[in-house]
């Protein structure tokens, strides 16, 4: 199962259907807290569906969204916000 980096935290993680949405943020001291990552996956209807790796997906893309908004990146993929 995917771990995220120490300092983030898990604030939500729900499966709703065949999506999986995670949102994360930053624990560490100095940071802002109010800078939030959100990851989406989505199974296909015609795959099985897999809650851990859609689990994983959904919070590696969470944890990469939340960095690139630290570092005033852009977004470029509709499931990371």
Not at 52 to 59: C, D, P, S, V, Y
């Amino acid at each position: 199962m995917y771990t995220p980096p120490e300092g983030v935290e898990v604030l939500k993680l729900e499966h709703i259907g065949k999506f999986t949405v995670a949102q994360v943020r930053n624990n560490r001291p100095g940071t802002n807290r109010n800078v939030k990552g959100v990851g989406v996956s989505r199974c296909s209807f015609l795959d099985r569906f897999n809650e851990e790796r859609g689990t994983n997906i959904a919070l590696g893309r969470a944890c990469r969204a939340l960095s690139k908004k630290e570092n005033s990146e852009l977004i470029h993929n509709p499931f990371m916000g």
